[in-house]
Nanobody
Framework: QVQLVESGGGLVQAGGSLRLSCVAS????????VAWFRQAPGKEREFVAA????????YYADSVKGRFTISRDNAKSTVYLQMSSLKSEDTAIYYC????????????????RGQGTQVTVSS
């Protein structure tokens, strides 16, 4: 069982930066792939980024590539999402999710999810 808690969201001006954190409970955090998804009002939840459990390979949606960086600190059971050059279209609730093996780009293939943290980018 893995429980996930996100933090770090808030209100930021366009062009600014935020760092989101996803803290996990459970003994085997290091063996899980962790991803960030986001959901804007009236839109479906979409994949943002993921980091694998083993070599720490990273994957990004085209819309955030070059602006967002995902990383993990297994000693702290935490995954980070550093967001820079934020745009108004990045406004959404951001969720982290975990699954045992490999990367999936749809939320429904993840076994565990957090409650989300709101990110609002003002233009």
């Amino acid at each position: 069982q893995v429980q996930l808690v996100e933090s770090g969201g808030g209100l930021v001006q366009a062009g600014g930066s935020l760092r989101l954190s996803c803290v996990a409970s459970g003994r085997t955090f290091s063996s899980y792939t962790v991803a960030w998804f986001r959901q804007a009002p009236g839109k479906e939840r979409e994949f943002v980024a993921a980091v694998t459990q083993s070599v720490g390979s990273t994957y990004y949606a085209d819309s955030v590539k070059g602006r967002f960086t995902i990383s993990r600190d297994n000693a702290k059971s935490t995954v980070y999402l550093q967001m820079s050059s934020l745009k108004s279209e990045d406004t959404a609730i951001y969720y982290c999710a975990a699954r045992p093996i490999g990367v999936a780009y749809l939320d429904r293939y993840y076994s565990y999810r957090g409650q989300g943290t709101q990110v609002t980018v003002s233009s």
